[in-house]
């Protein structure tokens, strides 16, 4: 166990909508970040903050956003959800402001229909 | 651009041999390396890092190798067992040289072990 939880485990949301993801970091993480796995891919960075405030972002849609609150848990948004957004999210967690020696959730399997 | 690619996207090795995973890089800023397993359902689970001024570096049954002039990154498990069949996958983080952190990941080698 990695001490890093996210919350649901499994969603099913209609195109269109709007979904949040929950990240709880592990003890002592203030930066965490969130990568999108599609099926049969390696995890793409999405973005990535520090002490509440975002540190650095992949190649996503201003759709996606995200917050980290005083207590270094985090949330991942997602409006005007498309079908290719159908995948695996993962939040990972370190102690390191560079992301360094990060720990993973098991993450959130979010289906489009 | 930036990638970071895997010669073999499969790879079937008999219980208790050593296994060698490999992984090619393009971009030569990137300063510090990370070997993931991920098990099926689950998150992708470290297994060990290297830095760019080392160029091996032990832990239990793994070992990495980096060879920063042909940019190549190596993962061997010796004495693979049943429970190391995953998915591996190799990253590199840029580090705070870029206007921003992040850590890209390959596609992933599958690793079956036959008992």
């Known amino acids: 166990e990695t001490g890093v939880t996210q919350s649901p485990t499994h969603l099913i949301k209609t195109r269109g909508q709007q979904v949040t993801l929950r990240c709880s970091s592990q003890?002592?993480?203030?930066?965490v970040s969130w990568y999108q796995q599609a099926l049969g891919q390696g995890p793409q960075f999405i973005f990535q903050?520090?002490?509440?405030?975002?540190?650095g972002r992949g190649n996503f849609p201003p759709r996606f956003s995200g917050l980290q609150f005083p207590n270094y848990s985090s949330e991942l948004n997602v409006n005007a959800l498309e079908l290719d957004d159908s995948a695996l999210y993962l939040c990972?967690?370190?102690?390191?402001?560079?992301?360094?020696?990060?720990?993973f959730g098991q993450g959130t399997r979010l289906t489009v229909v | 651009g930036e990638s970071v690619g895997l010669h073999l996207p499969t790879l079937s090795v008999q219980e208790g041999d050593n296994s060698i995973i490999n992984c090619a890089y393009s971009?030569?800023?990137?300063?510090?390396f990370i070997w993931y397993k991920q098990e099926s359902g689950k998150g992708p689970q470290f297994i060990i890092d290297?830095?760019?001024?080392?160029d091996k570096r032990q832990g239990q049954r793994v070992t990495v190798l980096l060879n920063k002039t042909v940019k190549h990154l190596s993962l061997q498990i010796a004495a693979t067992q049943p429970g190391d069949s995953a998915v591996y996958f190799c990253?590199?983080?840029?580090?705070?040289?870029?206007?921003?952190?992040?850590?890209?990941f390959g596609p992933g080698t599958s690793l079956s072990v036959i008992p």
């Open positions: 990972a967690s370190s102690r390191t402001r560079d992301g360094t020696e990060a720990f």
């Open positions: 003890s002592g993480h203030n930066t």
């Open positions: 903050y520090y002490r509440e405030e975002e540190n």
């Open positions: 971009n030569s800023a990137s300063d510090y």
């Open positions: 290297i830095r760019s001024n080392m």
């Open positions: 990253a590199e983080n840029m580090g705070p040289k870029t206007s921003y952190d992040k850590v890209i």
